[in-house]
């Protein structure tokens, strides 16, 4: 059945949202055919910590620059794609809250429209990026997490709807608060699949400790188990007489969960606890050593996972006499979002990084990650020197004793760079830094193409399309010269600054079915398309291969 669907609408909900970086004025809305609608920015890597490995893509980033950016890069820049799309196995995000407030280290403050908007357009990409088997943790407050729930049942759909996580974030009643005093934040969870099945946590000393072993049973410590179920059990009426000869029979309404001859069975073998004296209801011992791990619930406390003054203090730890980063999260909340979510292998990405917890805790559990930070001072003053620590083995706080880290492994920062287009008031113009190299390798991302280095006049491939930039005009001559360098069955795919009038009728005949573009107009045109068709909420979505966009 087809017809309208339940979602939440917002004024903008159809444009798009440009977020300026570094505070440089407000977010502004734009039609979805602006070239930032579609941009797939170029990256590039500055610097390294640690041991990486040889294919630059597949280590450990820190990403400077925008979420949108990021997760646009990773989803559609082949040399990224292979590695990231539909195989990230973990997401966490802890976003700017929209709680109204400045903090010193970054502004948090948005129109709820232009926040959902901002948000809706990360999480599409996020959808492609996560492995079936992954899952999406969206750290909110009151401010947003309702119309958060909204958003992600339209982006996830409700079936993969996991739990809303209560995180006891504070320490101490806030006297001074007008009328109640916050005790919590969320964290929405969501799958990729509604049969994603969490990791289990692994026991505890307290969990335990409600085990006991009144009778000395060799078989350990162990718990007493209702002998009576509510539902109805063709073997669950009857009465049995217990060691001191007194009777029991199933309350009104209730059962015997196991048959008699169970009963006698369990009994026979000391697995039925007939009270101190004899004389109790038989209870059907649950050992400890018998019992699995423990499946994660939803409320969690400061005592289990720290709260904002544990994060504060292990920032302090890290950054001594600097003022701390203003909302970082506890590493023991993190190892526990981890556990649940991922093994170690596996890809977790943050891009809304912050002080960078989510990847440090990721790397002393020995998962590969990706981080993402918008603001250039958080990263200089907090994420990259807190990452080179815990890589050098120089961060000796939060969880790094308990999970026996020693340092190692190490990762690589990539800067994503400006637009590439300008708007003008004559129109979308290409950036002045758009020439020659910087410029193919651009254009190589923006229409999904493999960057080849060293094959001119190619510069990539894509499958048996080849592409050819040329930062200038292009003639009948180029045409043929390029056309000249294909392999046998291959086409090519020329993107010039200008077209000269005889050029496409050169391709036409020496070469049918390949095809000459020009920059930025047609740029822009194939990218606003690729875009639409990628992130179209309303069919149903399968998950996509990671083959690249086939026009
Ligand atoms: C709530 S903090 C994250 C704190 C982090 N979980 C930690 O433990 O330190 C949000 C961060 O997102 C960053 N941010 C805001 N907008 C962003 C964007 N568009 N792209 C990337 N990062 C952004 C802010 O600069 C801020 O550092």
């Known amino acids: 059945m087809t017809g309208p669907r339940l979602e939440l609408m917002w004024p903008g909900k159809d444009k798009f949202l440009v977020v300026p970086k570094d505070d440089a004025g407000k977010p502004v809305w734009v039609e979805r055919d602006h070239p930032a609608a579609s941009e797939v920015r170029l990256s590039d890597f500055t610097g390294a910590v640690g041991d990486v490995p040889e294919d630059p893509h597949g280590a450990n980033l820190l990403f400077i620059g925008d979420s949108l950016d990021v997760l646009r890069i990773l989803c559609e820049v082949p040399e990224y794609r292979s590695h990231y799309r539909g195989k990230i196995r973990l997401v966490y995000i802890d976003p700017p809250f929209n709680t109204g407030q400045a903090f010193e280290h970054y502004d948090d403050w948005m129109e709820h429209s232009t926040w959902l908007s901002f948000m809706r357009e990360r999480l599409l990409q996020?959808?492609?990026?996560?492995?079936?088997?992954?899952?999406?943790?969206?750290?909110?407050?009151?401010?947003?997490?309702?119309?958060?729930?909204?958003?992600?049942?339209?982006?996830?759909?409700?079936?993969?709807?996991?739990a809303t996580v209560i995180w006891e974030k504070a320490d101490s009643p806030r006297n001074s608060a007008r009328q109640f005093s916050t005790d919590q934040d969320y964290v929405l969870v969501y799958s990729r699949d509604p049969d994603w099945s969490p990791n289990r946590l692994p026991r505890t000393a307290e969990s335990d400790s409600i085990y006991t072993n009144p009778d000395d049973d060799p078989?350990?410590?162990?718990?007493?188990?209702?002998?009576?179920?509510?539902?109805?059990?063709?073997?669950g009426l009857y009465t049995k007489t217990g060691p001191t000869g007194r009777a029991f029979t199933p309350p009104p309404g209730r059962y015997w969960r196991i048959s008699e001859e169970k009963l006698d069975e369990l009994d026979a073998d000391g697995r039925i606890w007939w009270g101190p004296t004899g004389n109790a209801r038989p209870s059907i011992k649950r050992y400890l050593s018998e019992v699995a791990d423990l499946v994660p619930r939803t409320i969690w406390s400061k005592g289990d996972v720290g709260s904002n003054r544990t994060s504060k203090n292990e920032m302090r730890a890290i950054f001594t006499g600097v003022s701390s980063f203003a909302t970082p999260k506890p590493e023991r909340f993190m190892e526990r979002v981890l556990r649940i979510g991922s093994n170690p292998g596996d890809i977790v990405l943050d891009c809304f990084a912050g002080s960078g917890t989510t990847a440090a805790v990721a790397h002393k559990m020995n998962r590969r990650w990706v981080t993402a930070e918008l603001s250039t001072s958080t990263v200089e003053q907090f994420t990259l020197p807190r990452l080179a620590k815990v890589v050098h083995g120089e961060d000796p706080g939060g969880i790094t004793k308990s999970v026996e880290w020693e340092g190692g492994g190490g990762f690589r920062t990539v800067t994503v760079g400006p637009s590439m287009y300008e708007d003008t008031p004559f129109g979308v113009l290409l950036a002045e830094w758009a020439t020659n190299g910087r410029f193919a390798r651009a254009v190589a991302g923006q229409l999904g193409f493999e960057f080849q280095e060293d094959a001119a006049p190619l510069c990539g491939v894509r499958g048996r399309m080849r592409l050819a930039v040329i930062d200038g005009a292009v003639g009948p001559e180029e045409i043929r010269q390029i056309v000249g360098a294909l392999g046998e069955k291959e086409r090519v795919t020329v993107v010039a600054k200008s077209v000269?009038?005889?050029?496409?009728?050169?391709?036409?005949?020496?070469?049918?079915?390949?095809?000459?573009?020009?920059?930025?107009?047609?740029?822009?045109?194939?990218?606003?398309?690729?875009?639409?068709?990628?992130?179209?909420?309303?069919?149903?979505?399968?998950?996509e291969s990671t083959e690249g966009p086939q026009s």
């Open 500 to 543: 000269l009038a005889e050029a496409e009728a050169t391709m036409k005949e020496i070469s049918p079915g390949s095809r000459i573009r020009k920059a930025p107009r047609d740029l822009l045109t194939s990218g606003a398309e690729r875009m639409r068709r990628r992130t179209e909420v309303g069919t149903r979505y399968t998950h």
């Open 219 to 235: 078989r350990g410590p162990w718990l007493p188990g209702d002998p009576y179920a509510n539902k109805p059990y063709s073997k």
């Open 126 to 162: 996020i959808r492609d990026l996560l492995a079936p088997d992954g899952s999406v943790w969206v750290h909110l407050d009151d401010a947003e997490q309702h119309r958060m729930r909204l958003l992600l049942d339209e982006v996830f759909g409700p079936a993969n709807f996991v």
